[in-house]
């Protein structure tokens, strides 16, 4: 089974997070950030990767640095589970609805990060979740787990679908990347033999 706890001490935080990329989509996850738990939650259910996440941050302050260690530690967790990446699909990308908003993604689980973010708010807050905040967590998660990965939202009018739709969009693109490829069970997936480094 391909799996990997991280755990994550900082002055500002101390996170635990644990990945199943063979999972069923179960998921156990306390941020102290109720949106954030949530949008977790729904990557965990859509992407079949089992998640655990603990997180207790400085939210006396503010949402940032739990948002962003949170990032980091999930992302962590997703490439140590993943390891040399042998086997896997590698590309993965999707499309989702919900209601007015339409958000697609396409990620390479070619451990060269990198991250395309093209999701504008309308309103600065969701809940007490800073709406500035999503691109952080998607920077920390894309540079942990060693994903390029491309995020837009279409078009849509509510914040929170907009968001939504992101997270979901992000765990049908991961589900297909990590994905063992059944012709190519033993192969890396590059001509180089190895997944990193440049081009």
């Known amino acids: 089974m391909r799996q990997a706890t ?4 900082t002055k500002e935080t101390r996170i635990t997070a ?10 156990d996850v306390s941020t102290g950030i109720g949106f954030l738990d949530h949008m ?10 089992d998640i655990t996440v603990k997180a207790d941050g400085d939210l006396h302050i503010d949402y940032h ?9 999930l992302g962590e967790a997703v490439t140590r589970a993943l390891g040399d990446r ?5 590309y993965g990308s999707a ?3 919900m209601d007015e908003t339409c958000t697609r993604v396409s990620l390479d689980a070619s451990n060269r990060p990198y991250l395309v973010w093209k999701v504008h708010f309308t309103r600065d807050k969701l809940g007490t979740m800073d709406t500035e905040l999503f691109k952080e967590w998607f920077q920390a998660f894309a540079q942990a787990a060693g994903l390029t990965l491309h995020v837009e939202n279409m ?12 997270f979901k969009a992000l765990a049908r693109a991961l589900r297909q990347a990590v994905t063992i490829d059944p012709r190519a069970e033993a192969a ?5 033999g190895v997944l990193g480094g440049t081009l």
């Open 18 to 27: 644990t990945v199943n990329l063979d999972g069923t989509g179960t998921y």
């Open 40 to 49: 977790l939650e729904q990557l965990s259910r859509h992407s079949l990767i």
């Open 155 to 166: 078009y849509g009018e509510n914040n929170h679908h907009i968001v939504e739709s992101c």
């Open 86 to 90: 042998r086997g896997i699909t590698r």
């Open 95 to 97: 499309i989702i609805p």
């Open 6 to 9: 991280v755990e994550r001490k």
């Open 65 to 73: 640095h739990t948002t962003e260690d949170s990032g980091i530690a």
């Open 188 to 192: 890396v997936p590059s001509t180089k």
